[in-house]
């Protein structure tokens, strides 16, 4: 208990750190002073992941309340590129991930404020199946009780859904990589894949080759799988590749003691790694690629996540990509240029704070969502009440922005 409080308390301070880090270097005067409107020109982007839908409904509301409209990529980029200005009060929404709670509320609440947003999908992880879920609309038709729009994040929305919403003229989908992956890249063991794992699915650093498991069943299709030292595909670093057989090792003893009742037994994670240890002396230590295979990876998983999307979505063209934790490289903007991507998204970038007419599309920078209610205008919120509402959700757990 101790300990969870520790870590919870240093992740806190992190977070808290690293904002006060972004409000002194990276972020818009509209954010850090109050001011009248926004300098001429200027288009903000902001990031979403899980909608929830009270703050997100204020968030519109505010934007409604002061003339903002919300446009999409192929917009931005003109208005980027000189040829075709945005319209006054322009800002851009995105969505990074696809989840569940998209569809719940998401593509509703868009819809009944008259904005549009882009949603930028993990198309390897999507599910084929599902059909479409109900909405904040069929509570409002009466055909569902409110009580049946559980929360479902980090569920992925299904393929149907996201075609709806693409078709609504609300979303627009592209890219955010195909499997929006974190990889091994050294033969440093960190741990196993546990009921203890916090992480969404689609975060778990996964070794090449062992995406279905997750895809099949999220984190539990995972349970025993080594975890090793990884960084996002996108920066490009060559992986590491364990040994074949040593992850069917640790994943089989779990499943064969009961998957999650595994995990119950004290000595759990020591019979883990001693299985872990016994298949690496048998199979072998795993390899590090070379430098080509990495590259290769990179160009694969860019290319399979546009091709899949233009397929599912009737031949729509994918040209916008997001990069998974904000993190790319070089290489990897060189790559995604090769492969047709017109604009790259962002977090924070050296020597930007907001999007202006001349800038490169291929580095759009975003700020968090929490700072729409800096958006100058009627309900503008003080920023240190936004600063400590992100510090209580962090200390409680709930979603970070």
Known sequence: MLRSLLRKATGTAHELGFELYCLLRHYPPFVTRDVD??????????????????PFEAQLAHLQRNGYRTIDGPTLVRHLRGEAPAPAGAVMLTIDDGRQSVWTYGVPLLRRYGFCATLFLIPGYVPAAGGCGPTLE???????????????DPELMTWDEIRAAQQSGIIDC?????????VPVAPQLEG??????????????????QEWRLAAAGVPGGF??????AAPLMHGRPRYHPAEGVVEACVELVRAGGGERFFAAPDAMARLRTTYEAAVRRCGGGRVEAPAEALAAVRDDLARSQAS????????RCTHLCFPYTEGSQTALGLAAEAGYEAAYWGILPGRTINRPG???????RLKNDYIHRLPGRGRRPLAGILLDKLSRRATGGPVY
């Open 138 to 152: 069929d509570v409002d038709a009466g055909r569902v009780a409110p009580d049946e729009l559980a929360m479902r």
């Open 37 to 54: 409107r926004l300098d001429d020109g200027s288009v903000p982007v902001f990031t979403f992941h899980t909608i929830e839908p009270e």
């Open 224 to 229: 025993g799988m080594p975890l090793f030292a």
């Open 192 to 209: 196993f894949v546990s009921p203890a794992t916090r992480d969404a699915f689609f975060d778990v650093p996964v070794p090449a080759g």
């Open 309 to 316: 999307i233009e397929a599912e979505l009737g031949g729509k």
């Open 359 to 365: 800038d490169d599309p291929m580095s759009i920078v």
């Open 174 to 182: 592209q890219s955010h990589t195909c499997f929006h992956h974190r």
